[in-house]
Nanobody, 124 residues
Framework: QLQLVESGGGLVQPGGSLRLSCAAS????????IGWFRQAPGKEREGVSC????????YYTDSVQGRFIISRDNAKNTVYLQMNSLKPEDTAVYYC?????????????????WGRGTLVTVSS
């Protein structure tokens, strides 16, 4: 059974860091586009960062460029999102998702499989 499980969320002060993990089972992550999406209360789900299956190229939405880093450990079948210099506006539920080669990071509907999410709260 294909499954994605996120972990690493929590409460952090502004300017702090967190590392989210997305562990896959039932399939190999490097065969899919893997993305991190987030949804804040009252807002639509948005793509934060993605890593491609082919060449490992990465995408970041403008608001996290330079602060977040996505990476993939094929041996552990896990994708990470290192989040630095966190801001209150980064507060959201963060979801890991997997999609085929046509999946697009700015289109949540293009992803095929989703985890249940992990809550990130940035507050003093």
């Amino acid at each position: 059974q294909l499954q994605l499980v996120e972990s690493g969320g929590g409460l952090v002060q502004p300017g702090g860091s967190l590392r989210l993990s997305c562990a896959a089972s039932g399939f190999t992550l490097d065969s899919y586009v893997i993305g991190w999406f987030r949804q804040a209360p009252g807002k639509e789900r948005e793509g934060v960062s993605c890593i491609s299956s082919s060449d490992g190229s990465t995408y970041y939405t403008d608001s996290v460029q330079g602060r977040f880093i996505i990476s993939r450990d094929n041996a552990k079948n896990t994708v990470y999102l290192q989040m630095n210099s966190l801001k209150p506006e980064d507060t959201a539920v963060y979801y890991c998702a997997a999609g085929g080669w046509q999946a697009m990071c700015d289109t949540p509907g293009s992803m095929d499989y989703w985890g249940r999410g992990t809550l990130v709260t940035v507050s003093s």
